[in-house]
Nanobody
């Protein structure tokens, strides 16, 4: 069973930056999409960004477009979420997600991702 291992969360002041990492445990893991969701207490898991693996194309939630950048390192089997100009509304638990079967039209739907990391807390506060 493939595991997704996240790192990089923490406490940062508004306007600051953080970089999250997510490594897949198996190099042979075939995925169609891999990206990030976030969740705050009492709310559903919210789409943040994802990468369509075959092309490297990236997709972002409107709320993070222009501030967050998704990238990958194939040698390390890792995706990164660079988060700049962070706002208090970005606070939450960030989850890495991947799917070997998802279709492009559903990449923003958390229910279509079958592999999840354990989550990493991001807190934006002064």
């Amino acid at each position: 069973q493939v595991q997704l291992v996240e790192s990089g969360g923490g406490l940062v002041q508004p306007g600051g930056s953080l970089r999250l990492s997510c490594a897949a445990s198996e190099r042979t893991f075939r995925r169609r999409a891999m990206g990030w969701f976030r969740q705050t207490p009492g709310k559903e898991r919210e789409f943040v960004a994802t990468m369509w693996w075959s092309t490297g194309g990236t997709f972002y939630a409107d709320s993070v477009k222009g501030r967050f950048t998704l990238s990958r390192d194939n040698a390390k089997n890792t995706v990164y979420l660079q988060m700049n100009s962070l706002k208090p509304d970005d606070t939450g638990v960030y989850y890495c997600a991947a799917s070997p079967t998802i279709i492009l039209s559903s990449i923003r739907d958390a229910r279509q991702y079958g592999y999840w990391g354990q989550g990493t807390q991001v807190t934006v506060s002064s």
